[in-house]
């Protein structure tokens, strides 16, 4: 498969020689990451809140304060608990009053650098009205903005390419562990790590992260409304099922593939966007404590992984200027998966 991988500039020459020795075939992406970085910021300036930039963590609280009270009807802000840093989790309840016991969760922001997963989040809620009107007569959303605030925010801050929480480690050097490692699902084995220094370590227990412990409890307890999971990440183009901690096929593999096919041509109808899609462990990597798995084997039948634009030319750093296209045809995809499970309770 490709890889793409970061280097720091001293050691880029050096890299490339060994590529090359080797017979590597290789490109650059990036010659130099920084100007990425200030050109991911293309859209309209502007100081507010808008659906087609990337917002801070503070007005996306904000925004999530206001949805409620604009949409008293339709929009409820639930505090999940504390971040590690001490931030409140907020998740949408979007739903009419009196409506079924039927509920989709949906997650984003899990790795604080895939900034067009919050993105699609706030779009999805929003701009995605038309497509998710009618599904509300049957149907309630719980939508978490950003699973990963700490994270989130100092990729703001301090470093664009954040993928792990904040949380201190045993190792003083290294901070924070990777909440899609950190679920209590055959909990760091394959594809996780065990040092605090890796970008996939695991923490030092199943569900160790306060994160991981708000989100975990808050869908066991709404576990007889929960019918579908749905995490957002970036970056590949792809749509995954479970299994990841197993190669083993998953019981109802065969209607996660149908689903899934239906969704990705969906998606491709807007744009022509390509999405390839199957279980996770073949299809992206193998990976173990992943929410998707823990979701499904608490039983939650339809558990899936978007990864969203692009395909690496730019990568974590998508420009504003994608956000509309990657969310309106991501909108077309999440419809289509909570349009099956209606059809299925
Ligand atoms: N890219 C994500 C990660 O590394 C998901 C990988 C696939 N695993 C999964 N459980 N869906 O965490
Ligand atoms: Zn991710």
């Known amino acids: 498969m490709d890889v793409d991988f970061h280097v720091n500039s001293n050691q880029a020459d050096a890299v490339g020689v060994l590529l090359e020795q080797n017979s590597v075939e290789y490109k650059v992406l990036f010659d130099n990451l920084q100007d990425g970085i200030n050109a991911q910021l293309d859209g309209q300036k502007s100081k507010r809140h808008s659906y087609t930039k990337y917002n801070t963590w503070e007005k ?21 608990g504390g ?51 009618e599904l509300l007569n049957s149907l309630t959303f719980y939508i978490l903005p950003v699973l990963n605030i700490d994270g989130y925010v100092w990729s703001w801050t301090e470093d664009r390419m954040w993928r792990k929480n904040r ?11 990777d909440l899609n490692r950190n679920f209590n699902i055959s909990w760091c084995e394959i594809g996780s790590s065990d040092e ?3 970008e996939i370590f695991c923490g030092s227990a199943a569900e160790s992260e306060k994160e991981t412990q708000n989100v975990a ?13 749905i995490t957002i990440h970036s970056y590949s183009q792809m749509l995954l099922y479970p299994f990841s901690y197993t190669y083993d096929p998953a019981p109802n593999s065969k209607e996660l593939d149908e689903i899934a096919k239906e969704a990705v041509h969906k998606l491709h109808s807007l744009y022509g966007t390509s999405y390839v ?18 979701a499904y084997a608490k039983g939650i039948n339809y558990s899936f992984t ?23 045809e991501t909108t077309l995809a999440v419809a289509s998966i909570a349009q099956y499970v209606i059809s299925q309770y």
């Open 60 to 80: 996306i609280a904000e925004w999530t304060r206001e949805m409620a009270k604009k949409y008293p009807n339709l929009v409820k802000r639930l505090d999940i």
């Open 83 to 133: 971040t590690t840093e001490g931030r409140p989790m907020y998740v949408l309840q979007i739903g009419k009053s009196g409506t079924s016991r039927r509920a989709v969760f949906m997650d984003c922001g899990i790795h604080a650098r895939e900034w067009i997963s919050p993105a699609f989040c706030q779009w999805f809620l929003i701009e995605g009205e038309e497509e998710i009107t």
């Open 167 to 177: 949380a201190p480690t045993v190792d003083e050097e290294c901070i924070g562990t």
């Open 196 to 198: 605090p220094c890796s």
């Open 217 to 229: 409890n808050f869908i066991r307890s709404h576990m007889d409304s929960i019918k579908a999971y």
């Open 277 to 294: 899609y199957g279980p996770s462990a073949f299809t992206i990597y193998p990976t173990s404590g992943s929410s998707d798995d823990w």
């Open 306 to 328: 978007f990864e969203l634009r692009d395909k690496g030319k730019k990568g974590f750093l998508l420009p504003e200027s994608k956000i509309k296209p990657t969310c309106q």
